[in-house]
């Protein structure tokens, strides 16, 4: 399997996340030829807004069938350029990218109808109010590499069904991925410049939001994030920016332990431990914490690590070797300030320069950089807590705020907890999984960004709310307008007493003496 070869330089390689092996070459975008770009989309969005919703979700219904024909072919892309192992490949990838699709085609319509607004003022009850849901225009989607398929998917299609054209840049580290996403659109027949995708780096991403856009959808790093809102707040763009995290798992002495300690270890290795949502801060109460933690170091010593290719590997390869870098630093910080590497901690070339053993580490605490900057890497890290008051304080003592999960056999108590952690999405008993589930919104607090993806919600941050209001009466003044006069003030007092009286009487006898100031306001 080769990438589509290029027509002219400059390019961008796509490596093969083992060997570094050039695996496909791409067109590079320039950040001159952006505002062309923006500008094709725009007119392909002037007519795509005049289509009909249940149409749009026919060519979503269409997409959905390419995406199910070429899952295996999707997947192994991923694989090669990612790393992750194929069965992740398929699920998280492309059963979450093809769920998000079907759920547009068949729900958008309704959540996008316009809605009544009921009036509650008996001022205004003879208006009839409605929102009206219209596309902003231009969307652009910058995305990262961890989950290169499934993160732009679920925006782009969102955004498509409520009307809007698409620029996506999806990140420079997996170019392939993202040209795959551009064919697989076309494909299913989408309008020319509807989806477009353009490849580079970040200068691309840069001048991408300097064209101008209607709104930004970026999904990354907290440093390049900011950079990001810097960029739209100066243009006055509004963002949605997915964040990272650093996800804090509690476990309260009554869960199940061993279903516990399996979550703590996928979650914290799958996608090789590159993941937003995840499990990066484990918090333990102590009557469990040493079960739990021999049966985290006998679960990691398990995994199988190789090329994800093959079926039964369930760990591969880190992106690249600065994010390797990234893992070690923290860990020997973690060593020096009293942690203990419990399995894992090292490399291992004889598979390849970016693979990393699953490392569990105990006896960590919060002056450690493992429990305070987000790791993305293969790092379960386990702190004891006094009780589950102290676990919920030490799962809110961080700056980021994506998920969490609680482990409990209480599922009250599980549900208490869930309320008072300061994140965006909580799950009871399992990890991560909710990013799968296309009704959940996705979306952090603090540093983890604003805004959400997914869901009603998500499509919702896809169009502008526009309110129209027709009045029933067309004929004659308001009772408000010019001229004002003492009988005007007179039908205020009535109106205040009509509407905000304490007792019925009151509220009857401020209706007679708004209408007495209304009679007089008219001589
Ligand atoms: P990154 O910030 O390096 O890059 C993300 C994208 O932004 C890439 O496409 C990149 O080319 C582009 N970019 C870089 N500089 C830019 C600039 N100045 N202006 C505009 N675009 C620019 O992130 P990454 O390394 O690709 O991804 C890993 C990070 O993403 C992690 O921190 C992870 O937590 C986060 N992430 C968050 C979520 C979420 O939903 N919250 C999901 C996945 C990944």
Request: charged share 25%; proline share 5%.
């Amino acid at each position: 399997m080769k990438g589509r070869p290029v027509r002219a330089e400059p390019y961008l390689d796509s490596l093969d996340v083992i060997t570094g092996e050039v695996i496909g070459r791409f067109e590079v975008t320039t950040p001159a030829e952006v505002s062309r770009v923006v500008e094709h989309a725009r007119r392909a969005q002037r007519e795509w807004a005049q289509v009909r919703v249940t149409v749009r979700a026919k060519l979503l219904d269409r997409l959905a069938e390419v995406f199910k024909a070429r899952r295996n072919e999707i997947a192994e892309v991923v694989t090669r350029e990612n790393g992750k192992p194929l069965a992740e490949a398929l699920f998280a990838e492309v059963l979450v990218s093809l769920d998000s699709i079907r759920w547009h085609a068949s729900r958008a319509e309704r959540m996008l109808r316009p809605e009544r607004v009921g009036h509650h003022n008996l001022i205004f009850k003879g208006k009839r109010g409605r929102l009206e849901y219209e596309p902003w225009g231009v969307v652009a989607v910058i995305s990262p590499w961890n989950y290169p398929i499934a993160i732009p998917v679920t925006s782009i299609v969102a955004a498509v069904m409520a009307g809007n054209a698409v620029v996506l840049k999806p990140s420079e580290l997996v170019p392939w991925c993202g040209a795959l996403l551009g064919e697989l659109f076309d494909q299913a027949g989408f309008p020319v410049d509807l989806v477009q995708v353009i490849q580079g780096g970040g200068d691309l991403g840069q001048a991408l939001i300097e064209a101008s856009p209607d709104k930004v959808f970026f999904t990354g790093s907290v440093a390049t994030g900011r950079k990001v809102a810097e960029m739209c707040a100066r243009r006055l763009i509004p963002s949605v920016l997915e964040l990272g995290g650093k996800d804090a798992m509690i476990v309260l002495s009554d869960a199940d332990i061993e279903a516990a300690s399996s979550a703590a270890v996928w979650g914290s290795f799958t996608n090789c431990g590159q993941a937003c949502l995840s499990v990066e801060r484990i918090y333990v109460e102590p009557g469990v914490i040493d079960r739990f933690t021999d049966l985290c170091v006998e679960k990691a010593r398990k995994l199988r690590l190789g090329s994800g290719l093959e079926p039964e590997i369930e760990i591969g390869p880190m992106i690249r070797r600065q994010q390797v870098e990234r893992v070690e630093r923290q860990l020997k910080d973690a060593v020096a300030r009293g942690a203990r590497i419990l399995t894992g901690g090292r490399r291992r070339p004889e598979l390849g320069e970016c693979f990393f053993e699953p490392t569990v580490v105990s006896g960590v605490d919060s002056s450690m950089l493992l429990m305070q900057e987000e790791t993305f890497g293969p790092v379960l890290a386990i702190q004891g807590v006094a009780d589950a008051e102290d676990g919920v304080a030490c799962a809110n003592d961080s700056a980021f705020g994506l998920g969490a999960s609680v482990w409990t056999a209480t599922f009250a108590r599980g549900e208490a907890i869930a309320r008072r952690l300061r994140c965006g999405s909580v799950m009871v008993n399992d990890v991560i999984s909710c990013y799968g589930i296309t009704e959940a919104p996705h979306g952090g607090r603090g540093a983890s960004g604003w805004g959400r993806t997914h869901s009603r919600l998500g499509l919702l941050e896809m169009v502008q709310v526009k309110y129209v209001d027709s009045d029933v009466f067309p004929r004659g003044p308001k009772p408000w307008w010019f001229p004002y006069n003492r009988g005007l003030i007179e039908m205020a007092e009535g109106v205040f007493e009509a509407l905000f009286g304490s007792k019925p009487l009151d509220r009857w006898r401020g209706l007679g003496n708004a209408w007495h100031g209304y009679r007089k306001r008219q001589r």
